[in-house]
């Protein structure tokens, strides 16, 4: 892995709060991405992007007004943490429920890694699902 590109993951942060799917994906490395998500591995760029859309990265998904804020930023050699609040209102189905109008906001971790050529090439994420479900009902 190689060091981290503070400016890519700025841009990346700031292509999910535009809900721009292009340019989230091309923030990704050509070399098989991939994202881990509470423990659930995403593998390929065919398969963040569709995450991203269905969660409501996008201009559709289960979530709208879908915002990350970032609230802390810590740095290694070979990655970036950031603490992040996530928040949106529930537009569509997730997991077997129903839109239900309601706003959520969840702490998250993120850790992002990047490839040789300064692209990102994983991010782990972090996050209480089970908050987010309770906020939702």
């Known amino acids: ?5 503070e400016a890519l993951l700025d841009e990346h ?20 991405p991939f994202m881990v998500l509470n423990g659930q591995r995403l593998a390929g760029a065919d398969a963040i992007r569709a995450f991203h859309r269905g969660f409501g990265f996008g201009s559709d998904g ?20 950031i603490q992040q609040t996530l928040s949106g209102v529930h537009t569509g ?11 959520f906001e969840v702490e998250v971790c993120t850790v992002y890694r ?15 699902l089970a908050l987010l479900a309770r906020q939702l009902r």
């Open 1 to 5: 892995m190689a060091a981290p590109n």
């Open 13 to 32: 942060l700031a292509a999910e709060n535009a809900h721009d799917l292009d340019r989230i994906m091309a923030t990704y490395g050509a070399a098989a």
């Open 62 to 81: 289960s979530f709208s007004e879908v915002q990350v804020t970032e609230r802390a930023r810590h740095r290694t050699p070979e990655a970036i943490i």
């Open 93 to 103: 189905a997730w997991q077997q429920l129903p839109p239900t109008g309601k706003r």
């Open 114 to 128: 990047f490839d040789d050529a300064g692209m990102l090439a994983s991010e782990h994420v972090y996050f209480d």
